[in-house]
């Protein structure tokens, strides 16, 4: 009798180790190595080189623009062109192509350059053949 509750006990004792091993487990659970990826690229390029951007422009503000889903801030320090010449934040139309590039500050998007319209070179392109 004794040998047969012993035997059990160990059993159970098993049993229970056993089960709490998956627990013990989800709480030390690593980063995965795209969250860890992706954190490490924010780090780099947080208020440092700057990101480019590109879509349409959904909307407009004296503060900023908004393309697609992001919402960059325009600061003085922002440089604005259009079809490859000097502009400003009102030159640029809601729905029209819009590139640029952008760094992270303070948790908000702050653009570096905003260029409205197509790629520069499809203007000189389209400029050669006017003059011609």
């Known amino acids: 009798m ?51 951007f590109h879509g349409k422009l959904a909307s407009k503000t004296d503060a900023g623009i908004t393309v697609g889903s992001r919402t960059f801030q325009v600061t003085s320090e922002t440089r604005i062109v259009k ?10 139309e809601v729905g029209q192509e819009v590139a640029g590039s952008y760094v992270e500050q303070d948790g908000k998007l702050t653009a570096k350059l905003v ?16 003059k011609k």
């Open 115 to 130: 260029r409205f319209g197509g790629k520069p070179e499809a203007h000189k392109e389209k400029a050669k053949e006017e």
């Open 83 to 92: 079809n490859g010449k000097p502009a400003t934040l009102a030159d640029g």
């Open 2 to 52: 004794i040998k047969l509750t012993s035997k059990f006990m160990f059993v159970i004792t098993a049993a229970v180790a056993l089960a709490a091993l998956p627990l013990q487990a989800q709480n030390t659970k690593a980063p995965k190595k795209a969250d860890a990826a992706q954190e490490g690229a924010a780090k780099r390029n947080k208020g440092s080189r700057p990101i480019p």
